[in-house]
């Protein structure tokens, strides 16, 4: 019920849904309650034949919102119904005289409220014009139905003046502590936005390396044939791998935003590591790293997204062992069956992560950049970003590491990730 399309840089916020929500309950109960106490009281029925349509109508608006998903043209029937059912039953009170025609005071606020600025100018307008007909109307002696004792009507009045001033008081504090918690996820939600872009930075840093490398390389003269087609080869991976990477993130904030579902198929790991692996062999070189490469030798499917798995889960943690490796060192990849998951484990053997970063290091609002043994730059914001896809795809990950200034023999990181294995496309026939 009252389920619509939203956006976080629209005007509508979950606290004018739940307004709505709440005020539609509170009509549904107050509306019949009224019927009832002035057919019984004053013998009130002048008006039902408008009134009943007025209210079966308004109560089915729920319904209308499984065909109408957009909010302003089911929030705006939702409040004007009992508007003008407010309308008539005052007129059938007294009009301008009416004990509780303070209430027609709440409908610029309540318009406001759910509708904005436009709803508020739209409720003034609709106080004003009612105000102005009720004068007429008294003017040219066309009365209501109900006759109120004095007695009575000072009764009415003190009800419906304390009543009032509880909706006001209620009303204004509930919209001011739910646009407050509004505005917090929005600046929450800036701050992620910010951040994202700065791990777009961080994730296509690798790449655009490497293609800065090939074409040096392809513009050099002197390079062998088959230098320049191994350097074109990786040119071509290395931008295409850009686009992915774009079209991920992009996918990434869907998911993060509840638009959008990562697609999960079977991903072959030896097949996404060796591409990545011979992407990086190039960067790997100017450091002369070599990349140690273990396995139990079989074929290893797990289920997921392709990209993400291999462009931003492996990607970040390999290039983070090569940036802060020192020259002529070995990187560990071990891959391998261990009971119904498939572990992946990048061991390097370089400087290591101090304890203070380590404890924040999946934390996307605490940057813990810093340089690597070459002094390459980063943003620190591609680990939380890898740990967010491994957790949508069903699997865990785990980091140990130790400093050089605590252990220089046995200095290095290790990073553990771990997935529920699949079957390959091949075995499965549904595929």
């Known amino acids: 019920m009252f389920n619509f399309e939203t956006t976080h840089n629209s005007e509508l916020t979950l606290a004018r849904i739940k307004y709505l929500r709440l005020f539609y309950y509170i009509c549904v109960i107050i509306i019949p309650f009224y019927f009832i106490k002035n057919n019984i009281q004053y013998g009130f029925q002048n008006s039902y034949l408008v009134l009943y349509p007025l209210f079966v109508a308004f109560v089915t608006i729920p319904f209308w919102c499984k065909i109408q998903k957009d909010y302003y043209k089911i929030a705006l029937p939702c409040v004007l119904l009992p508007t003008i059912i407010l309308s008539i039953m005052l007129f059938e009170s007294g009009g301008i005289q009416a004990p509780g025609v303070l209430w027609i ?79 917090e996820q929005l600046r929450k939600y800036g701050h992620e936005i910010e951040n994202l872009l700065r ?82 062999e190039a960067k790997a070189e100017l450091k002369n790293i070599r990349f140690n490469v273990s396995t139990d030798q079989k074929s290893h499917w797990i289920k997921g997204d392709e990209v993400a798995f291999c462009n931003i889960i492996l990607a970040n943690f390999l290039t983070n062992a090569m940036k802060f490796s020192a020259h002529n060192s070995t990187i560990d990849v071990d891959y391998r069956q261990d009971g119904k998951d498939v572990v992946i484990r990048i061991r390097d053997y370089g400087v290591g992560i101090p304890e203070s970063i380590l404890e924040k290091v999946w934390d996307i609002c605490y940057p813990t950049s810093r340089p690597g043994t070459d002094g390459e730059k980063g943003t620190g914001y591609g680990m939380p970003l890898a740990k967010e896809f491994i957790e949508k795809m069903g699997g865990e990950v785990k980091i140990n590491s130790t400093t050089q200034n605590f252990d220089k023999q046995k200095s290095g990181t290790e990073v553990e990730v771990r997935f529920p294995t699949t079957i390959s496309p091949q075995e499965d026939s549904t595929y």
């Open 105 to 183: 005071f709440a409908v610029p606020i309540t318009f406001g409220i759910v509708l904005g600025r436009w709803g508020g100018v739209f409720g003034s307008a609709y106080l004003v014009a009612v105000l102005i007909l009720y004068k007429i109307l008294e003017l040219s002696g066309i009365n209501g139905a109900i006759h109120l004792t004095e007695e009575a009507y000072r009764v009415e009045r003190t009800v419906n003046v304390m009543t009032f001033s509880m909706y006001i008081i209620l009303t204004v504090q509930y919209f001011i502590s739910s646009e407050q918690k509004s505005r």
């Open 199 to 280: 791990v777009v930075m961080h994730d296509i840093a690798t790449p655009i390396s490497v293609s800065a490398l090939s074409l040096q390389q392809l513009g050099d003269t002197a390079a062998s044939p088959e230098k320049q087609r191994l350097a074109a080869g990786r040119l071509r991976r290395s931008l295409e791998s850009i686009g992915r990477i774009l079209e991920q993130v992009r996918v990434f904030k869907s998911v993060r935003d509840g638009k959008a579902q990562l697609n999960l198929e079977p991903i072959s790991v030896n097949s996404c590591l060796n591409s990545l692996l011979s992407i990086l």
